[in-house]
């Protein structure tokens, strides 16, 4: 049983069961996730899309939801008793279901480590007493979890599993019918519901004030997203919208705007220069603002340690100075090479491909016990 909850575990989630399935073949696979888990061979039970919210607050808005998603996977785990059970960070609602597991005597592996470093780090001992084994992404996550008394690997990141096929330039060019001589700029507007509503109508207004660039502007859309409302919402304006494909767009990007999360990585890893830009409700960012031990929120400055890349949050994040940034990274050389070139050692940070090889394989020793 596996269960993502989010647009980015769902990518890992089809990415490991692609692995898995090439050692077992006939491998019955289940649970909760999205579109490409569903193509890899997962039996989807509840379609992540449902309950996909981030904020402390809006949470309560999908609560019912949420509810009837745990109990469905709660019912289908004690009636098929898999070998073991697979999450995918998702914290709140996985480690739920980690208890419930736990109850049953069903071994519990942890993919794609809760950001405890970031927030909420007293959840670590919860954690070890819940999970059998943690698989991380980054290096530094392993001592975290082993000084808990929890079985912890370093597998590395598996957005470089989808780094592995690079797209020239050229051939992107081509592909998306653009003109080489023209700056393109990619915008990411995220995977959820909200991001889409509220991010996505700014970046939008800020293509206004960068027609003096000359810019071209591709929109790859998360699958988890609904086409036809971002159809909508660029009505009228000269953008090319495409499903999914984010790293063959980022591959010809000259620069990009991006809505706080896994696509910023995606970013680092083809040395896009970009900025990082997120909103939430009031109530959550003043939550947030106690409960968040980290002064940035895009991961790629967190594991930075600094600022390398702008962000803006909250009243920040209006079109002015989104496309004031954007013309400094299409006017200034010297500043985008800068940032392409920390954005690079950001990369070298996370290991090398193979991340869901090399997660299969621990994946196997528990099925192989039973």
């Not at 980015?8 to 692609?18: F, K, N, P």
């Not at 006939?26 to 888990?37: D, Q």
């Not at 060019?173 to 507007?189: D, F, G, H, S």
């Amino acid at each position: 049983m596996i269960v993502a909850g989010e647009a980015s575990g769902d990518l890992y989630g089809a990415g490991l069961v692609r692995a898995l399935k090439k050692k077992i073949p006939e491998l019955k696979v289940f649970g909760m996730g999205g579109e490409l888990m569903n193509f890899s061979g997962v039996e989807i039970l509840t379609d992540m899309k449902e309950i996909s919210v981030v904020g402390i607050v809006e949470v309560f808005s999908h609560l019912r939801k949420i509810q009837n998603a745990m109990k469905l996977l709660t019912v289908r785990l004690r009636e098929e008793r898999p070998d073991v059970l697979v999450l995918i960070d998702f914290p709140d609602f996985n480690l739920r279901l980690a208890k419930k597991a736990k109850a049953a005597r069903i071994p519990v592996i942890y993919y794609i480590s809760p950001q405890v470093w970031a927030w909420r780090a007293r959840r670590v001992k919860k954690i070890a007493k819940l999970v059998d084994k943690m698989l991380v992404a980054y290096p530094f996550e392993v001592n975290i979890y082993r000084r808990a008394g929890l079985d912890t690997e370093f597998v590395g990141h598996p957005l470089l599993d989808e780094d592995f096929i690079e797209l020239s330039k050229e051939d992107g060019m081509k592909k998306y019918k653009l003109n080489p001589e023209r700056p393109v700029l990619a915008i990411l507007p995220g995977s959820r519901k909200r991001e889409i509503e509220v991010l996505l109508p700014i970046m939008i207004k800020t293509l206004n004030l960068l027609r003096s660039k000359n810019v071209q502007t591709i929109i790859p859309v998360a699958p988890s997203v609904d086409f036809s409302r971002v159809e909508d919402i660029v009505k009228g304006m000269d953008v090319i919208l495409i499903r999914g494909e984010v790293n063959d767009v980022l591959s010809l990007s000259d620069a990009a705007i991006i809505t706080s999360g896994t696509a910023t990585l995606q970013a680092a890893i083809k040395g896009v220069p970009m900025v990082i830009i997120y909103k939430v409700l009031p109530v959550t960012y003043l939550l947030g603002k106690i409960l968040v031990k980290v002064k940035n929120i895009g991961i790629v400055n967190i594991l930075a340690g600094r600022e390398i890349v702008p962000e803006l949050i909250q009243s920040d994040v209006n079109p002015k100075k989104i496309a004031g940034i954007l013309k400094k990274m299409l006017e200034n050389s010297t500043y985008s090479g800068m940032m392409k070139r920390d954005l690079l050692e950001i990369k070298d940070k996370l290991g090398s491909p193979g991340a869901s090889d090399r997660a299969a394989e621990e994946i196997m020793k528990f099925i192989e016990k039973k």
